[in-house]
């Protein structure tokens, strides 16, 4: 794993200074637009993506459904914009493609096909019947507080020499 991600981190980043390389070639002013057009555009898309996805957030929550596929979505929403942040072409098209919903929701399905089959999951439950006189309740233990008698105090006697 840790080999694929130093590839990672060393191949995207030459792919896209090549890509920009070749498109600087034919004109660097060409260059510089492509990069602010997608930094622009992106900063316009994150914020309309994830204006929507806290909206839906909020919805679920209140109305009482567990807000996952939400927060996931709200997960590569954030993700999206760390990759649109990065300079570069190639990482702006895969931070582009997680905006779109339609894909998004395609990579949150593979997603949870990946966590589930890297997590266990597992449930107890445990039933008596032996237990019915039983309270059920919370108590703290405290110490006993100590009394000092001002007559009875070496220090009050000290002070009042």
Not at 24 to 53: D, E, N
Not at 84 to 89: F, R
Not at 99 to 113: G, M, N, V
Not at 142 to 156: G, I, K, L, M
Request: charged share 20%.
């Amino acid at each position: 794993m840790f080999k694929k991600l130093v590839a990672l981190f060393i191949i995207v980043p030459l792919v896209d200074l090549f890509i920009l390389l070749a498109i600087a070639r034919i004109h660097w002013l060409l260059s510089v637009c492509a990069i602010l057009v997608s930094a622009l555009v992106g900063v316009w898309l994150v914020r309309r993506q994830g204006l929507a996805v806290y909206n839906r957030l909020r919805s679920d929550v209140a109305s009482g459904h567990l807000p996952a596929d939400s927060l996931f979505d709200g997960g590569l929403v954030l993700f999206a914009a760390a990759l649109l942040l990065t300079p570069g072409l190639v990482t702006d098209i895969a931070g582009y493609s997680l905006l779109i919903p339609a894909s998004r929701k395609w990579f949150l399905r593979r997603l949870k096909s990946w966590i589930a089959k890297r997590v266990q999951f597992s449930t107890a439950s445990f039933t008596s019947t032996s237990f019915e006189n039983t309270i059920d309740a919370e108590f703290t233990r405290t110490q006993p507080q100590e009394t000092h008698d001002a007559n009875c105090d070496p220090r009050v006697e000290e002070s009042r020499n």
